[in-house]
């Protein structure tokens, strides 16, 4: 099916009627304080559930019929269709002739037979992969699966990088709580040697399974990694005389503590990896999109399958959502278009994701991956140049370590910067500081900071406090700063596919609109290629060095004169 070039978002009727509506608000005059004394249901008007998150959007800078003009964009852009196109498995992905079908993965068991791609059944073909997934996940969780001196696996290691990383790990530090069959895990991703040395730091070889992730299986760093890892393991085992110094035994042990996440199962047994121990995905799933897919294997063994199929659960009740509820009361829409707000129209550079949970340090980190390689493009789905600014810097930490470090930018600097404040109502660790809930004071935090933001502090409001007249500019808050609320009943697995999917949701409704392929990612490629080509001129061969720029030179050069 051939896909229709983009339509300019610039040109259509909606966009002009969001101008319009931003110049009627500059020229009323933007003020939180006086929208909702004017407005007693302004709250209820600009809240919505999905799922079991509730989303309060009554703290952004829109009225309620500023909604109404985002479904109107919504439609002029014809999101319903592109929305259709990526659900059915059209290539909308088409710089590389792809179909983009995450939802696939997460898409219940009852869907086989109902989504034939290119010729397969998708849902039968992720439920199979599923089913091993889990077969295998079940053996290491039992103990029937054990490394090659018979002990059970009590670490499992996973080795990738990008979107064979991030989300993993991610998803591991927000479910925490939930593993319980004694394994943890340890995510290795840089190149660098450190990150290696560090991770295997205190392991137990006899007990210590690595998951190699890769689809093509000749990823760089990750197979960089992977053999440090295997000489690790080799060379721990023989030092402990857990095994001899032949090749059986070796080939043996490789067998035993080494799994994989790759399609290239020659490259898989070169390795030495059992091919039966190798489970695939497709190229319909991107990296940032995957980590419900074979990528979040150790997921699977840490946490079991059936946690599992509750995250997967939360990813497909917002898929669901999305594609069949009317853009005005489409939170995941118009959240997306919202973010669009703020890009085009107040010229905000960057988005803050806060989450009050501990649990979720690794979000941020995850999404800016999502958002940014995604939409982190110049050029629209059929080669032009987009006619906006396109895409937002992501970036947070949990809460409260950010109010002690960059909320004063938030609050009182030049910048505007929309944040999501994400929080959940119960914790898993429970605790008081005498009678004072502890949760509940952090989560006063949560609620204290979208209300500052929001509203303020005049100087008339400073100097009833008494405070010096000189003092009083420093000590002013001006509000009118944009925040979202979203706030759950726990951080399940459910929960955080939810999350999950609401942010890859987002994601798309902003490309869309900007008319970009939000699933390529070529920006990533030249360095890479670069790399290989620089490598022979960092050790020694001067021929090489010859070829490079004179910078690339003089850096080289200084690196030669300076290794020890």
Known sequence: MAINPPVDATKTPAWSALQQHFNDLQNE?????????????????LSFEAGDLHFDLSKNLIKPETLDLFAQLAKDVKLDERIKQMYSGVHINNTEDRAVLHTALRRPVEDEGKYIVDGQDVVKDVRETLDRIYAFAEKVRSGEWTGVTGKKIETVVNIGIGGSDLGPVMAYEALKPYADAGISARYISNIDPNDLAEKTKGLDPETTLFIIVSKTFTTLETLTNAREAKAWLLEELRSQHAIDESDEKSAEAIKKHFIAVSTALDKVEAFGIDPQNAFGFWN????????????????AIVFGPARFEEFLHGFHEIDEYFATTPFEKNVVALLGLMNVWYVNFFGAHSHAVLPYDQYLHRFAAYLQQLTMESNGKSVRWDGTPVTTQTGEIFWGEPGTNGQHA??????????????????????PNPVKDGDQDVHELFLANYFAQTKALAFGKTAEEVRAEG???????????????????????????????????????????????????????????????????????????DEALAQQDQSTQGLINFYRSHRL
Not at 29 to 45: C, H, N, V, Y
């Open 29 to 45: 005059g933007i003020d939180l304080r006086a929208w909702f004394a004017q407005d007693p249901e302004r709250t209820s008007k």
């Open 284 to 299: 319909w799933v991107g990296g940032r999109y995957s980590v419900e897919s074979a990528v979040g294997t150790s997921l």
């Open 406 to 427: 960059f909320y004063q930018l938030i609050h009182q600097g030049t910048r505007l910067i929309p944040a999501d404040f994400i929080a959940f109502a119960n914790t």
């Open 467 to 541: 405070t010096a007249e000189a003092i009083v500019p420093a000590r002013v808050f001006t509000g009118n700063r944009p925040t979202t609320s979203i706030l759950g009943e726990a951080l399940t697995p459910f929960a955080l596919g939810e999350l999950i999917a609401l942010y890859e949701h987002i994601t798309f409704v902003e490309g869309t609109v900007w008319g970009l392929d939000s699933y390529d990612q070529w920006g990533v490629e030249l360095g890479k290629v670069l790399a290989k080509q620089i490598t022979p001129a960092i050790s020694q061969d």
